[in-house]
DNA sequence: AGGCTATAGGACCATTTTAGTGCTATTTCC
DNA sequence: GGAAATAGCACTAAAATGGTCCTATAGCCT
């Protein structure tokens, strides 16, 4: 769990594909054909990310899309909250008000916390990063270490495969 | 997105429950009244967390169930893998073998950075914390400063209830 | 021994969320 | 005006989630 859609998965790869040749526009059936991602769904999401201000589309014949900022300047977090809105570890925030024991938690404090934690995590990742296009500088330097300790117990989580 | 489940935050409650008095058993039953959770989710969830190893329970008259062991040493991590498996931000981990690009896909490995990241927090954080038992020792410095710039954009996000 | 009280482990169903498709309107160039 | 592209919905199918219930088993007490 903690996973992101499959759809915020197609889309990084939209993006990462963008990225390539940011000055070239191209059409959403060019971008599923390169992706291989099926075509409405390509050109939904493509909607999703105009609208989110990630890309930018021109209309009409030799329409299509590009990146609306560098790629250094759109974060992983700027991604997910597009497709999937702002992070939330708890469906408590969006609050029907019905919590009983609302005085007497505790819990609270932390997984608000820890949110932040991961929010942050994801604000520090940039889209050229994602792309492997900023192979210099990829911010995350406490976790060097972490990932060859963790590697046996994550186990293949973090093998990704986009389809 | 990215939030934990309902059950992982009942979970949670429950546990916290457990923590405050850590060699008093008590039963299902008497736990769903304290934590105003549903009797036979609670009862669900206790199985869980047994099977996970993170509650110890015992049968017959007068059983119940209690920590299996300090607080302190259950991490955050540990009750997320327990109700929800592994985090895995993509599902492309559980892999049904049908990803065209696989082979030219860069996107990857920062995913698993990421991946990393997040987890690292997780496993920073104990049930002690979670709970407020534990107030001294929360790991996340750098954080701190973070919790008050980002209190404006994250919104509601964090106030959570449980029901 | 037998009954009461508790957990163990399923099977099961309703609801919600996610993924994916299709249709119509609009914009722009030729 | 027509062709090619995006914009914005509405809709359906499938999967995950949340929640309930039933039967089996273990332990204590009379």
Redesign the interface.
Known sequence: ??????L??YA??IL?ALAEQPEHVRTATALAEE??IAAPTVSKLLKQLQRAGLVASTRGLHGGYQLARPATQIS?AAI?DA???????????V?HG?????GT??????????????????YE?SLA????LDTTQ?R?P??ER??QT?ATR??????????
Request: proline letters at 3%; hydrophobic letters at 40%; a positive charge.
């Open positions: 769990m903690l996973r992101i859609s499959k915020t998965d990084t790869v990462a992706t291989r992983a997910l497709l999937e809105g702002p992070v939330a570890l708890t469906d408590c925030s609050g019905n919590c009983d024991i609302e938690c505790r819990v609270s404090r932390v997984w608000q916390r820890l949110n932040l934690a991961i929010r942050r995590s994801l990742v990063q994602l792309a492997g990829v995350l406490e976790l972490e990932m963790a994550v186990g293949p989580s973090g093998v990704n495969r986009h389809e």
